[in-house]
């Protein structure tokens, strides 16, 4: 298993730093885990964005989830979109960084699996 740590910032991503965001990565499986501010920018440095399996989102703190919008766009909105990407989060933490666009243009770019505490 391989841990990319993309950005470790406090609430706002500095020059030189991004905020929260790692890729982990077993068998060919990259799962992108709190895509926060700044961070889309370091992933694209490594990877395409349809290089990217899963995300994993912990909590609705736009330090934790703001470049999920980016990542969104680039893939659903490229010439050859990849398929829907799974996006993990707790119920309701993507709620505003999904409104930044209507909802019929991404639509095809995730697929959002809401959870709860204590949900397997």
């Known amino acids: ?27 060919g499986f990259r799962l992108l885990v709190d895509p926060g501010y700044a961070t889309l920018p370091r992933l694209l440095a490594r990877l395409t964005v349809g290089a990217v ?7 609705g703190h736009p330090d934790h989830c703001a470049d999920l919008n980016p990542l969104l ?17 707790p119920h309701g933490a993507l709620d505003a960084v999904l409104a930044l666009d209507k909802p019929s243009m991404l639509a095809a770019a995730y697929r959002l699996h809401e959870f709860r505490p204590g949900d397997r």
């Open 73 to 89: 766009r680039a893939r659903g909105l490229s010439d050859d979109p990849p398929p829907a990407l799974p996006v993990y989060a």
């Open 1 to 27: 298993m391989r841990l990319t740590v993309l950005g470790g910032c406090g609430a706002w991503p500095t020059a030189t730093q991004a905020c929260s965001g790692y890729v982990v990565e077993h068998d």
């Open 53 to 59: 399996d899963a995300v994993l989102v912990s909590h």
